[in-house]
């Protein structure tokens, strides 16, 4: 019982203390693009043959000289129609290039191979990251290059998802909740992690670590290649605006959700400990308190819950504001509820003793 009222105070202590951060210590970057420097845009494609075409159009519409602008495409031995789509669609582009990996580097595999490989031939100092699932704003360049100053190795932009489904609009709110919290600590100066479907490297930080193939491998390949970077002294930018923001295809379904989230919680133990801390408290939220509910008075349990969801619906209700976003009243609970199924389905699924299923692959 005891227990359960402490972690109780602490929620609430640290929750308005991010929402007091949030509102008051927001850092913005909006140096302007003065010249245009050659960009090299890096996409790993595996499989993509129902996304890839929608990935390359919003890279064909960035407000960026087209002359300075190099995209190279690994194909990552895909069995489907991927990489004739882009071959078809790249015809008579000169500055795009698709590439057939096939051989491995290093100690990478899976997407960081290719990445690997692509960096390898890109001809620019600036490398932006994408994945064949992801289309980017038009301002998209311009604002990665913005983040930039002679210290800054990494900018990271953010990303949430597209659909019109209940279960996507909840993806969307679980991925620019999450962001909004890590973003709390970036305008801090506290470093937190990278999104490599939305990611720029100089090629002086990239080739400061050896590229990919000289890290260890791991599934987040991007937070490996984040916390190396940083290692050598770079600093970093994380960007929350519209005009960073990219859309990714959603989860079409909640096994495949399952999936994407046991995959990025085995790269949440290369998190900051103080990032890792946050949501380790955020996600026991019921798993802690459930004992409690059952001893206390319906009143009192009620009034925890929602404690919680006022809290937890401000917090997302600025992030969503901050993008010019919006979400109905009834949202912000049925998300409550989907979080609470969630994360109570993910901590047995994460100790299964399977492995990560991911692009056809097994890791």
């Known amino acids: ?47 993509e043959e129902h996304n890839i075409l929608a990935c390359l159009q919003a890279i064909a519409a960035l407000d960026y000289p087209a002359d300075k602008i190099e995209v190279l495409i690994g194909d990552d031995g895909s069995t489907d129609q991927t990489r004739a789509l882009v071959e078809t669609y790249i015809k008579n582009k000169p500055g795009y290039t698709c590439l057939p990996i096939t051989d491995t580097v290093g ?4 997407k960081a191979n290719v990445l690997a490989q692509l960096a390898s031939k890109a001809s620019s100092d600036i490398f932006l990251f994408t994945d064949a699932d992801i289309e980017v704003p038009p301002t998209w360049v311009k604002a990665m290059l913005a983040g930039l100053d002679e210290k800054v190795g990494v900018v990271t932009g953010l990303t949430t998802v597209t659909g019109s489904r209940l279960f996507d609009k909840m993806q969307r709110m679980d991925w620019l909740f999450s962001i909004g919290l890590m973003q709390v600590f970036s305008d801090l100066n506290m470093p937190v992690t990278t999104m490599g479907n939305n990611m720029l490297l100089t090629r002086k930080a990239y080739e400061s670590v050896g590229g990919f193939e000289n890290i260890p491998f791991s599934i987040t ?44 919680m085995r790269g949440s133990v290369y998190m900051p400990l103080y990032m890792f801390a946050l949501f ?84």
């Open 1 to 47: 019982m005891m227990v359960s009222v402490a972690y109780f105070i602490l929620y609430f202590i640290v929750f308005t203390a991010l929402l007091m951060l949030l509102l008051f210590n927001r850092r913005r970057y909006t140096s302007a693009v003065l010249d245009f420097p050659q960009v090299s845009i890096l996409i790993a494609a595996r499989n």
């Open 221 to 264: 390949e991007d937070i490996a290649i984040f916390n190396q970077i940083l290692k050598r002294g770079f600093g970093f930018r994380n960007l929350y605006n519209n005009d960073a923001l990219a859309l990714s295809a959603p989860a079409p379904s909640y096994g495949s959700l399952l999936e994407q989230r046991k995959r990025w």
């Open 107 to 110: 100690q990478t595999r899976g």
């Open 280 to 363: 380790v408290l955020h996600s026991a939220y019921y798993p802690v308190l459930i004992p409690f509910f059952f001893k206390a008075s319906p009143g009192i349990a009620l009034s925890i819950a929602i404690v919680k969801l006022l809290l937890q619906s401000l917090f997302m209700h600025i992030c969503l504001k901050r993008l010019h976003r919006s979400a109905s009243w009834w949202h912000y609970i049925v998300f409550e509820l989907y979080l609470l199924v969630t994360t109570f389905i993910l901590i047995l699924y994460f100790f299964l003793p399977t492995k990560v299923r991911w692009k056809g692959r097994k890791y």
